[in-house]
Nanobody, 115 residues
Framework: QVQLVESGGGLVQPGESLKLSCAVS????????VAWHRQAPGNQREFVAG???????QYADSVKGRFTISTDSTWNTVYLQMSNLKAEDTAVYFC?????????WGQGTQVTVSS
């Protein structure tokens, strides 16, 4: 079992930055991939960024060059550094971990980009 708790969301203006954190607990050593997804009102949940145990990162085209996913050395915390935020980045952001073929989800943190 893996537990995930997101934090760091809030209200920012367009062009500003925000850093999200995801606290990971449980059977961390079984995790092979962690990712951030987001869901805007009326939309389906979509992939934002991910990183594998080997260090390979993946990004959605819409956030490439603006967002960076990282973890601490023990994978206890997963970060999403978001820069040059746009109104269309407004969504609930979820952390997800893949282990033993199953995906665990956090409860999400709201990010609102508005002037």
């Amino acid at each position: 079992q893996v537990q995930l708790v997101e934090s760091g969301g809030g209200l920012v203006q367009p062009g500003e930055s925000l850093k999200l954190s995801c606290a990971v607990s449980g059977r961390i050593f079984t995790i092979v991939h962690v990712a951030w997804h987001r869901q805007a009102p009326g939309n389906q949940r979509e992939f934002v960024a991910g990183v594998s145990r080997g260090g390979t990162t993946q990004y959605a085209d819409s956030v490439k060059g603006r967002f960076t996913i990282s973890t601490d050395s023990t994978w206890n915390t997963v970060y999403l550094q978001m820069s040059n935020l746009k109104a269309e980045d407004t969504a609930v952001y979820f952390c997800a971990a893949l282990n033993n073929g199953a995906r665990s989800w956090g409860q999400g943190t709201q990010v609102t980009v508005s002037s």
